[in-house]
């Protein structure tokens, strides 16, 4: 992980680590029960926190009984599905549309921001190991502005590490994924990586994950093999899975497909090929 986005040196070396992280923790209590069990196996060390979902502060109180330094909790930024403010909340395109032309409130994001840094603080009792964004929000203009701000206000030089967005190459991936990628790249990457370094905050190298959500275990097998087989020390690879389906959730069964490869026998297999080392980023 690094602060300056250089890592060249690193991505030709021997052994390379990576680290795997559940995003949308907090949501309903199959996604709760799916981190818990991934963590229990050794597969996943990074958790990314929605504290204006329902499950935040049960399934918090559990993950604030766990040792720190085995896994990193960190807050996942959310203005699309469960902000704490209501007159917050908006849809993803509303979203970045509206960090691009001004048409965001700056006050109100300013509050939001700082109300998610208080009720994660509140559960857990420290502060976040890091901070990305529920569908990379984070990033956009605006918010990462009041980001920041309110980071270097909060922690000063102990700055939560940032999810990058830079993109890798992925060759099982579908076109459209191919661009899904380089469009959430695009929207924020290089902008965020130049705040991160002026801060001496650190990132991931590479974001892996992206895809369309659809296929089912099959696929997603197939992905997570591509995913693991190209990373490069120092890379995130973002995961979505669920022990349980909620009827509401449009990606009930991609979290359903993730958690079955993800809890599998295959994926030791997949990590042993891969000649991978699975550890926090703050490791890094």
Same mark, same amino acid.
């Given at each position: 992980m690094t602060g300056s986005g250089n890592h060249d040196a690193r991505e030709h070396s021997g052994t390379r680590s990576i680290c795997l992280c559940v995003d949308d923790f907090g949501l309903y209590p199959g996604v709760n029960e799916a981190v818990f069990q991934l963590a229990d196996m050794g597969r996943?060390? #990074?958790?990314?926190?929605?504290?204006? #979902?329902?499950?935040? @502060?049960?399934?918090? #109180?559990? &993950?604030? =009984? @766990?040792?720190? @330094?085995? +896994?990193?909790?960190? /807050?996942? &930024?959310?203005?699309?599905?469960?902000s +704490?403010?209501?007159?917050?909340? =908006?849809? /993803?395109? %509303?979203? +970045? %549309?509206?960090?691009?032309?001004? #048409?965001?409130?700056?006050? &109100?994001? @300013? *509050? *939001?921001?700082?109300?998610? /840094?208080?009720a994660f603080e509140a559960v857990m009792g420290r502060p976040p190991a890091f901070v990305d964004g529920h569908q990379h929000v984070h990033q956009l203009p605006v918010i990462r502005d009041e980001l920041m701000s309110a980071l270097d206000h909060r922690y000063g030089t102990a700055m939560p590490w940032l999810r990058s967005t830079r993109r890798a190459l992925a060759t099982a991936v579908s076109a459209g994924e191919r661009f899904k990628a380089w469009f959430i790249e695009q929207v924020g990457a290089a902008a965020l990586a130049s705040m991160a370094r002026q801060r001496g905050a650190r990132q991931n190298a590479h974001l892996l994950g992206v895809y369309d959500f659809s296929g089912g275990a099959a696929r997603y097998a197939s992905l997570l093999a591509s995913w693991l087989g190209g990373a490069l020390d120092g890379d995130l690879l973002m995961c979505h899975p669920s022990r349980e389906s909620d009827p509401r959730d449009a990606l009930g069964a991609a979290r359903l497909a993730e958690f079955q490869v993800l809890s599998g026998g295959a994926f030791a297999e997949m990590q042993a090929a891969a000649g991978l080392r699975l550890q926090p980023l703050k490791r890094s």
């Open positions: 996943v060390h #990074a958790v990314g926190c929605m504290v204006g #979902a329902p499950q935040w @502060r049960s399934g918090g #109180a559990v &993950l604030r =009984r @766990r040792d720190p @330094r085995g +896994i990193d909790v960190g /807050l996942h &930024l959310d203005f699309t599905e469960c +704490i403010q209501p007159a917050a909340r =908006r849809g /993803l395109g %509303a979203v +970045i %549309a509206g960090s691009y032309v001004g #048409a965001l409130d700056r006050r &109100l994001v @300013r *509050e *939001e921001v700082g109300a998610q /840094l208080d």
